[in-house]
């Protein structure tokens, strides 16, 4: 009877490291899956960084260029007014002498 409950476990306790060494199997075949998954997506994460850190390189660039147009059209709008507060007085200016001129012309005839 010892020698068929020794018997009964040795071939349980085979049976169980059979099992364990699939397990580990499995184990390792789903933890090397994963490490491939990983790596994937940290080289996928890598790219995506560098395209934000470009892209933020090209935003703070166009904010320079806006800066400057904004400094650019601020001087064609003062330059804007300039010329037309000159022209409204040119026009003031002929509309003076044009009825100066009239007076004069009226009063030679």
Excluded: C, P
């Amino acid at each position: 009877m010892a020698e068929t409950f020794d018997d009964d476990f040795k071939s349980e306790m085979l049976d169980f490291k059979a099992r364990m060494i699939r397990f580990a199997e499995i184990a390792e075949h789903k933890f090397d899956g994963l490490t491939a998954d990983l790596r994937s997506t940290s080289i996928r994460l890598e790219k995506l960084e560098q395209r934000i850190d470009q892209l933020d390189s090209k935003i703070n660039s166009m904010a320079a260029m806006l800066k400057e147009v904004r400094s650019e059209l601020a001087i064609l709008a003062k330059q804007f007014n300039t010329v037309g507060s000159l022209t409204i007085q040119d026009h003031e200016r002929v509309n003076n002498l044009e009825r100066r001129v009239a007076d004069l012309e009226a009063a030679t005839h």
